[in-house]
């Protein structure tokens, strides 16, 4: 039987061991959490860690939902993930973000009673819910769907990068086929033309009029999260990184430190009555081919890879079309927009025939 001195030696029950942690690494850890939800759990555990959330680096906030500016998210015309690209420029123009996750009813600042460190997020913007971390360097914002409808089976991406306006954005559209899947076609694939030159039927069968529904419908999306950014980045000059991104993965919006710098310098050429950034006169490179052959069993008809500048030497940093540093940045921005089986699509098509476009803001 154990001595009662051997008893009354051991140390207090009540010391706790992770009090010895610096604030340091624990922050580190906090920054892998990263997810708001999480993090807004974090801060209920105890004092300490109800200060140190606040200061935490690395934030990813995930969407929901999106309702429209009446406030009626059971309107389904305005559905931002509407699938009627007919209807699509008159739903972008009406959304607001407005919903983010679930409600925090239960966590409280223990510092002050009764304030809750984060607000209910079912009825706060992003920039409401973020308004109490004081540190962030590094956000990702998630919606819950893509912004430009399309037709089944058909897929589309867009990456695109901001300053103050558009400075880069590259989109990629055509017909993904499983060939794993497709043992013996029963319809012999198209052949691309041997000069590359894009076949007369794409210009007859409302191939070329689709596409430019896809690029301007990109860029809308494009632009109107960009608008929809303005209170974050004006609240947080901490920010180095911004990305929007949504479930889907069809779209992608990115600001880096040099973009943020001139978002903040630079007045920003908006609408408000359409809830969203103008976007400048630009020059566009597109790229086609009837069938590619992609990595992982994997083919696209009808890909089209569709790069978008600013014209002229006055775009916000994203002109300079003449500029040699300002092309490679272009060619850099394009050849890492995408991952995976897409990469190898934009790699194919752009040593394919180039066809210029010039498009006016809008």
């Known amino acids: 039987m154990q001595s009662k001195s051997r008893i009354h030696a051991d140390p207090p029950l009540h010391n706790d061991q992770f009090d010895r942690i610096p604030d ?39 969407i929901d939902r999106v309702v429209t500016v009446d406030g009626d998210p059971s309107d389904e015309s305005l559905n931002l993930a509407s699938p009627k690209p007919r209807n699509l420029f008159s739903h972008l123009f009406k959304l607001m973000l407005l919903t983010i996750l679930k409600p925090f009813q239960h966590l409280r600042n223990t510092s002050s009673g009764n304030k809750p460190l984060l607000p209910q997020l079912s009825h706060h913007s992003p920039a409401q819910v973020l308004k109490n971390f004081t540190q962030i360097r590094n956000l990702q914002i998630e919606l819950p769907a893509g912004d430009v409808g ?17 400075q880069n954005c590259v989109i990629l559209g055509g017909t993904p086929i499983d060939r794993k899947s497709n043992v013996i076609d029963q319809d012999p694939l198209p052949v691309a033309e041997e000069n590359g030159s894009i076949p007369e039927s794409f210009y007859s069968n409302g191939g070329l009029k689709l596409r430019v529904v896809w690029t301007i419908s990109s860029l809308i999306a494009a632009s109107t999260r960009h608008y929809l950014l303005r209170p974050i980045i004006k609240n947080h000059p901490t920010l180095r990184t911004l990305v929007l991104t949504d479930s889907d993965g069809q779209g992608t919006l990115s600001m880096g430190t040099e973009q943020l710098r001139e978002f903040r310098e630079k007045p920003l050429a908006a609408s408000a009555s359409t809830n969203r950034t103008q976007v400048p006169a630009s020059n566009m490179k597109l790229r086609y081919a009837p069938y590619l052959e992609l990595p992982e069993g994997i083919g696209m008809q009808g890909a089209t890879l569709v790069a ?14 003449n500029n040699g540093n300002g092309r490679k940045e272009a060619e850099n921005f394009l050849n890492g927009s995408f991952d995976g089986p897409f990469r190898a699509a934009v790699k194919m098509l752009v040593k394919r025939k180039t066809y210029l476009l010039e498009m006016n803001g809008f």
Do not use: M, Q
Request: charged share 20%; glycine share 16%; with cysteine.
């Open 308 to 321: 978008i500048r600013p014209s002229g030497e006055g775009s916000g940093g994203g002109g300079g079309g």
């Open 150 to 166: 399309t037709e089944d089976g058909v897929l589309l991406r867009w990456r695109a990068e901001f300053g103050s306006t558009l």
């Open 24 to 62: 340091s690494l624990v922050l580190l850890i906090l920054n892998k959490v990263a997810d708001v939800r999480a993090l807004g759990r974090c801060s209920a555990v105890s004092k300490r860690f109800n200060f140190l959330v606040p200061h935490v680096h690395d934030v990813y906030v995930k």
